[in-house]
């Protein structure tokens, strides 16, 4: 059984950090393809960033510069390493994993999720 375990988020001010943590379990790591998600209340979930099983790593525009996405295959856990935080990054982060070595920026391109874990950035 596939499971995503996230860590990390927190409360922070403004300019700030947070390294976010998916755990992964129940597939080999590395064969999938796996994403960060976020979603702010009252609002869609929006694609964060996304790497391949080729370690190819795409950003969206509004974390382009800011966060930098890595990965431990020996402790199958996945990072987001998020700086410069404004209050527009609040909202839940969520882990998610695809069976296929390539990735899309569509939820319904992935078939694992985890629970979240929420981003407060105040101003």
């Known amino acids: 059984q596939v499971q995503l375990v996230e860590s990390g988020g927190g409360s922070v001010q403004a300019g700030g950090s947070l390294r976010l943590s998916c755990a992964v379990s129940?597939?080999?790591?590395?064969?999938?393809?796996m994403a960060w998600f976020r979603q702010a209340a009252g609002k869609q979930r929006e694609w964060v960033s996304s790497i391949g099983s080729d370690g190819k790593i795409h950003y969206s525009d509004a974390v382009q510069d800011r966060s930098t996405v890595s990965q431990d295959n020996a402790k199958n856990t996945l990072y987001l390493q998020m700086n410069s935080l404004k209050p527009e990054d609040t909202g839940m982060y969520y882990c998610a994993a695809a069976r296929a070595g390539y990735c899309s920026s569509a939820t319904e391109w992935y078939q694992y999720w985890g629970q979240g874990t929420q981003v407060t950035v105040s101003s």
């Open positions: 129940g597939y080999t790591y590395g064969t999938y393809c």
